[in-house]
């Protein structure tokens, strides 16, 4: 089975035939699972977001064009399989981002970004305060749980947050006078 290629195995796919969706599911597992586990270190959570994706690629893997790669396809419905499955914590994400001692970021700033465009500056932050903040704002850990998970002092948790909450601060702003000035 191993055999077939790419266009073999997506025209396969097309008539919705069994054995060529578990060959192409096991072909691009491995990369999509990384995707999936960029946002989350919970594997079970990744898991789902991952099957989510491959039940919409097959679904839609009709309208596949062959312009660009397949695994970009496939990994651009498991990106948005991603922010599908967070979109439910955009409202915890925001009120996180509200909270506490920080000054807070205008509502109407928020309004006028998208889930989409709020992930991205995310990723833009150093990988720590990332995995923090990601931690923290979208799974829902405490700083000691997050201490003992990425073997760092509970103080240095709240620091990742604290600089994650300035930058995306800072992008929010940016984002916005962006957004007015073009209008």
Not at 39 to 45: C, W
Not at 165 to 170: A, H, P, S, V
């Amino acid at each position: 089975m191993s055999n077939y290629t790419e266009k073999e195995i997506i025209e396969g796919c097309v008539r919705n035939e069994r054995s060529f969706q578990e060959l192409l599911y096991r072909r691009h597992f491995a990369i999509m699972m990384g995707i999936a586990l960029r946002y989350t270190k919970d594997r079970d959570i990744a898991m789902q977001i991952v099957n989510n994706g491959f039940l919409k690629v097959f679904k839609r893997i009709d309208t596949f064009s062959y312009k660009g790669s397949f695994e970009g396809w496939v990994k651009r419905i498991i990106y948005h399989s991603v922010s599908d499955y967070f979109k439910g914590s955009a409202k915890q994400l925001r009120f996180l981002m509200l909270e506490d001692r920080d000054d807070t970021v205008s509502e109407e700033a928020l309004g006028n970004l998208y889930y989409e465009d709020l992930m991205n500056m995310v990723e833009l932050l150093p990988p720590a305060t990332k995995e923090v903040f990601i931690l923290y704002a979208i799974e829902g850990f405490n700083h000691r749980e997050i201490g003992e998970k990425l073997g760092i002092s509970d103080g240095t948790s709240k620091w990742h947050l604290s600089a994650a909450r300035k930058q995306l601060k800072k992008s929010i702003e940016k984002n916005n006078k962006l957004k007015s000035n073009a209008s």
